[in-house]
């Protein structure tokens, strides 16, 4: 139960942190809502858990926030990529990238190529 | 990096207890608000759009705990809460909160007493930088294994080839008269040091200058080093004391420094003067010093001791005659200082304290474990709602861990208390001056461990019995009931066990250290003892040097101190009863001594003719002296009964002859020479005690005429017909008349010297009796509150036996048997220790063996008669219950 969570966890911030990069300042709800458009099955129950994840980004200063107004013009808050955040987006694009290759080779690996 | 700004905004909002719930209860609000609209635009009901956007949000106080936890610390957060929660609980049952932090306090409290003595005599080292570096180099027969010092030239063999110290210096101790015109002559523990020694131990002067090598050359000025506490009570701190001339032993003496406060070195002593290697210092057989260094920074206890092992077997080798046999012995301060037997006393005590607190644990997880019944519902309910295992024994610890530490701060307080009582108590003069009974960070450390060990100790079983709660069975239960589990049942006869044992061990060891002291005090002393008042007089040799000079001083003394009003009559003796004696090789005519290495030897006490009549002691056989012997006439002997009888015990030992050989080496208080002639038995006295640790038997003793062998050291003790301390001040008076550089030392009366005999027993006798007593207490109210108890949760069991016909007796029966047995139990488990821990004191008892049957069974009889009484209670109460009553109970 508490890995997958860490799993979640892990990738959600690496996707809190892409949407940022793309889409510019987003409250949570947007975030919520273009990741859960990208991936549908996140969020199906479970839009809260992003707000922790959201806080745990903020504190180690990839992100931060202010308030702003949202779309029916009420206090909202809005969240905003850091430099840090960018370079540890970069980082951890690359890392994810590598992985999914070495992952993705291993699955095409057949019987007769290995011996 | 990351990680570490993480971690510091965490402590930074836990610090700042930044309360950001707002912010995020906010942002839930609108993330809801916007969802809905959403929803609502999907076509959705108004209701139904902020239910599934809820739904889709997820478990709102879930997302808070993470949130938070993603906030602050959350460890410290809940663990707040749990001390909070703790502190509600504690204070809302405050009987029981009372009775177990008192409970941990007496047994905290006797424990922080004993640590703080056992710290001040065992653990704290001289005052002196890195005192564990420094070791303290002595010689040691391999043929007896009796340890001696060093002799001088030994000592330089050491000092130019030991390769495992800094550098050596050594010290001897002496007793020394300081006369000037400050003050009345005084006899102070003085020292002599090889003049490098403070340097050694990193001691400076805080007035005036250190020694110098040639202070210790051979003819160099005589000097002395003051401490700070004889400058004060003596010189009023006077400055201008540097240079002045001081008389030690009559010797004029110039005072060229002043130690810093505190500084003692080695012991107690007041002054310091160079060795001089002169006269007997000289030779290699007189072993009078004490060697100490510092040691190199890469050697350690074990190389020095191997390094100086070699050393001493090149001694041997190099010098046969005298140094054959002759091993050495490195010592840490504490080993060399502290006698074994004040080691072994004050670990049994530590020992008797730690049962104490042992038994204070079981009596508390007892309490806890009853009171454990009453929580059943409560902790159900919190495992229910979702509360994990280890966050429920958390919470259990933290409250035990709170009372301890209540028990903690109040049992500190009764420990320091203690320690004031226990100075209060001991004679002062057994306090080495450098002893300090003040609470230093080992104290701290020790009653914080304990404290929270105790909490650990006694809370873990109940707590972990809560924790392993089958909720479905105890929230159907309803938390009342039958409850408490056969295993709870069997944990608390189990603790009670172990109280019962404990505490046996306890009051055994109390019951054999009583014993010795009433063996210690009961021997008769075999002389009327009060109305005496004595004193020590020393005759200095370069003042007195010849024994018809010392005989005259002490015939002058006598004479001006007889006249005193209010004296019947004046003695003079080596020893007094309960003083020692002063040892003899002898022989006895017609029993030639055969082997020189196995020389008899006796005790002697060297007395003046009065002294006899002085005691009020009429001799069995024959005569005392009388003003001739020693004077004119044949060389006589006084023996008491068990001389007399262990070596002539079958014939008249009056007219038998003996002789003393030599005086034996080394006997402190020797006489230069004795004469080797026969001297004839004249009478025999009745059994005196003389030994300062008598084992219940009497010693063999001759008493030799003062005439016949004069002594510079003498007791003076006058018969008053007045209260003799009133006449302290006219003693001292008078000797000072006669001599103005002669102090008075040990002025007090016989009974006073005699009671000082017996102290040791006294106060560790009571000291243990304290922590028996305590053990006892505890113990049996331990036993009444398990029955107490067990009988409250069978009172309707009773109640049903009882209208089922069961006579009340067999009600009491089956109440004090539950009692009994585990008495029984906890007697036998007691016995067997105690078999064991017993033979610990073994060297300390005094006339009692350490299985001693007597002590062991009223301890039995003592400790059934307090769980009678802890069951009596219970037992009337169990035989009163009304079945009525008992069976609506419910």
Excluded at chain 1, 61 to 66: D, F, N, P, Q, V
Aim: charged share 20%.
């Amino acid at each position: 139960m508490k890995q997958k969570m860490d799993v979640l966890q892990g990738t959600l911030a690496l996707m809190i942190l892409k949407t940022l990069d793309v889409l510019g300042p987003l409250h949570g709800y947007g975030i919520a809502r273009r990741i859960e458009q990208i991936s549908r099955d996140v969020f199906s129950v479970n839009q809260g858990s992003l707000y922790p994840v959201l806080l745990k980004l903020e504190q180690e200063g990839a992100i931060t926030s202010e308030w702003g107004a949202s779309e029916n013009n009420r206090r909202a808050r809005f969240y905003r990529l850091t430099k840090d955040g960018r370079k540890q987006l970069q980082a951890e694009t690359r890392d994810w990238e590598q992985t999914a290759a070495i992952i993705g080779r291993f699955f095409e690996v057949k019987a007769e190529d290995l011996s | 990096m990351k990680f570490l700004r993480r971690f510091l905004t965490r402590l930074a909002n836990f610090a700042t207890r930044r309360r950001d719930d707002e912010r995020l209860k906010e942002e839930i609000e609108e993330h809801i608000a916007l969802q809905t609209a959403e929803n609502l635009r999907a076509g959705l009901s108004p209701a139904e759009a902020r239910r599934r956007a809820m739904l889709k949000f997820g478990a709102v106080e879930a997302i808070k705990e993470d949130y938070r936890a993603e906030r602050g610390m959350l460890f410290i957060e809940t663990l707040l809460q749990d001390i909070r929660f703790g502190l509600r609980m504690l204070r809302k049952s405050s009987g029981f909160t009372a009775v177990a932090v008192l409970t941990l306090a007496l047994g905290i409290g006797a424990n922080a007493t004993m640590f703080i003595l056992v710290d001040a005599v065992l653990f704290k080292n001289l005052p002196i930088a890195d005192s564990d570096r420094v070791l303290y180099i002595s010689s040691t027969s391999l043929e007896t294994g009796r340890g001696r010092g060093e002799s001088y030239p030994d000592f330089l063999y050491l000092q130019s080839n030991a390769r495992s110290f800094q550098s050596l210096a050594a010290f001897s101790g002496d007793d020394v008269d300081v006369s000037d015109k400050s003050a009345v002559p005084t006899q102070v523990r003085g020292g002599l040091l090889t003049f490098n020694a403070f340097s050694v131990i990193g001691q400076k002067p805080i007035i005036g200058r250190d020694f110098l090598p040639e202070d210790a050359r051979l003819g160099a000025p005589p000097v002395v080093i003051l401490s700070h506490s004889l400058w004060q009570s003596r010189y009023d701190r006077d400055p201008s004391i540097i240079g002045r001339t001081i008389r030690i032993n009559e010797i004029p003496t110039t005072v060229i420094g002043v130690m810093p406060p505190g500084m003692r070195f080695p012991r107690a002593n007041e002054l310091w003067m160079p060795v001089i290697p002169t006269g007997k210092w000289q030779k290699r057989e007189f072993r009078g010093l004490t060697v100490f260094g510092r040691l190199a920074p890469a050697a350690t206890l074990t190389s020095a001791r191997a390094e100086l092992t070699t050393l001493a077997r090149d001694l041997e080798a190099a010098y046969p005659a005298t140094n054959k046999n002759i091993g050495i012995q490195v010592q840490t301060y504490n080993d060399y200082f502290t006698g074994r037997d004040t080691r072994l006393i004050y670990l049994a005590l530590l020992g008797a304290v730690g049962f104490v607190l042992l038994i204070a644990c079981a009596n508390v997880a007892n309490l806890l474990l009853a009171r454990a019944n009453s929580r059943i519902r409560e902790i159900s309910i919190r495992v229910a709602l979702g509360a994990r295992r280890w966050r429920v024994t958390r919470q259990l610890l933290v409250e035990s861990i709170m009372l301890a530490a209540l028990g903690g701060v109040l049992g500190s307080l009764l420990g320091v208390l203690g320690v004031r009582i226990y100075r209060a108590t001991i004679l002062p003069d057994d306090t080495p001056a450098y002893l300090s009974f003040s609470v230093d960070y080992r104290v701290l450390a020790y009653l914080l461990a304990i404290t929270i060990l105790t909490g650990i100790l006694f809370g873990l079983a109940p707590a972990l019995r809560l924790s392993r709660l089958d909720i479905n069975a105890s929230l159907k239960e309803g938390g009342q009931g039958s409850g408490r589990s056969a295993r709870a049942r069997s944990l608390s006869t189990v603790l009670v066990v172990a109280e019962m044992a404990l505490a046996f061990v306890l009051l055994v060891g109390a019951g054999l250290m009583i014993r010795s002291f009433l063996n210690m005090t009961r021997t008769p002393i075999g002389a009327k003892t009060d109305n005496i008042l004595s004193m020590d007089i020393i005759l200095r040799p370069s003042k007195y040097p010849t024994p018809q000079s010392q005989i005259s001083f002490h015939q002058q003394l006598r004479a001006h101190l007889q006249a005193l009003p209010g004296i019947k009559s004046v003695a003079m003796a080596s020893n007094l009863p309960g003083d020692g004696w002063t040892d003899f090789v002898y022989e006895l005519e017609g029993r030639p001594l055969s082997d020189p290495q196995r020389l008899p030897r006796i005790g002697g006490v060297v007395v003046s003719p009065s002294y006899f009549p002085v005691l009020r002691i009429q001799p069995v056989r024959g005569r005392v002296f009388s003003d001739l012997d020693g004077v004119s006439g044949v060389p006589v002997v006084v023996v008491n009964k068990t001389f007399a009888r262990m070596s002539w015990p079958n014939d008249d030992p009056m007219g038998k002859r003996l002789r003393l050989v030599m005086p034996p080496l080394n006997t402190p208080n020797a006489p230069a020479s004795v004469p080797q002639t026969w001297l004839t038995v004249v009478g025999v006295v009745p059994d005196i005690v003389q030994s300062d640790s008598s084992e219940g038997a009497h010693d063999p003793l001759i008493y030799l005429p003062y005439q016949q062998l004069p002594q510079r050291e003498m007791v003076v003790a006058a018969l008053a017909v007045v209260p003799p301390g009133s006449l302290s001040s006219a003693f001292r008076r008078e000797v000072l008349a006669m001599d103005p550089d002669l102090p008075v030392t040990d002025l007090r009366t016989l009974n006073a010297l005699l009671r000082e005999r017996a102290w040791p027993w006294r106060i560790y006798g009571s000291m243990f009796s304290i922590f028996a007593a305590i053990a006892l207490l505890l113990a049996s109210v331990g036993l009444y509150a398990v029955i107490a108890h067990s009988v409250s949760q069978r009172t309707q069991e009773i109640g049903v036996r009882i209208a089922l016909g069961a006579s009340r007796a067999a009600i009491l029966r089956m109440v004090f048997m539950h009692g009994f047995r585990q008495l029984v139990i906890g007697l036998v488990v007691g016995l067997v220790a105690s078999f064991a821990l017993t033979q610990i004191l073994g060297d300390l008892l005094i006339g009692v063996d350490p299985l001693d049957p007597l002590t062991f069974l009223s301890v039995a009889f003592v400790l059934a008669l307090a769980s009678v009484l802890g069951c009596a209670i219970p037992a009337c109460r169990a035989m009163r219950v009304d079945p009525m009553v008992a069976l609506r109970y419910e």
